[in-house]
């Protein structure tokens, strides 16, 4: 056991997990490098790109900012525990081609699953606001975010009885 390690524990996507680890050391790199979920991406390392968003008690963080003390007693949501949700799967699956690097994608992803959560039938401006602390290199947002709009719009028409 390195110096100065501990043993942290928190709830991920509804597990319980222990990793041990010094006290400073990221939630991005215990999710990355200690549990191998890979869907949350390493960005700015600042905060400010967005690509290593995840749910901590219901509420977006970035994950590059969030050191490991402050995880007992916390649930944690990434990409890998929102696969199970068909909205988001879906979601996923028709925003994939509007990508255009991937930079962006994963927190893009989990800030609209967040919203969605919240908000079943948003505005273009909620759409807008909730990537508004997204990054994205290449361009492609608002693609992205048509793409979302198109999917959200066949999902209400489905839920409502009607086909699109």
Do not use: W
Not at 68 to 95: I, W
Not at 149 to 156: F, G, L, N, T
Not at 157 to 164: A, E, I, L, Q, V
């Amino acid at each position: 056991m390195p110096a100065g390690s501990r043993k942290i524990s928190f709830i991920l996507n509804g597990r319980e997990v222990t990793v041990q680890c010094a006290p400073t050391r990221r939630l991005l790199d215990i999710l990355r490098q200690d549990l191998r979920l890979t869907l949350t991406r390493e960005g700015c390392g600042k905060g400010e790109c967005g690509a290593c968003l995840v749910l901590m008690d219901g509420n977006l963080i970035n994950a590059c900012l969030v050191p490991a003390f402050r995880l007992p007693n916390t649930h944690v949501v990434t990409l890998e525990g929102l696969s199970t949700d068909k909205d988001l799967t879906a979601l996923s699956e028709n925003l994939d081609a509007s990508f255009s690097c991937g930079y962006c994608s994963s927190g893009v992803l989990i800030a609209l699953a967040a919203l969605l959560q919240q908000n079943e039938s948003p505005t273009d401006e909620d759409l807008r606001r909730a990537v508004s602390g997204n990054s994205c290199p290449c361009g492609t947002l608002p693609a992205v975010l048509e793409a979302a709009r198109e999917v959200i719009d066949k999902r209400r028409k489905k839920r409502h009885g009607r086909k699109s």
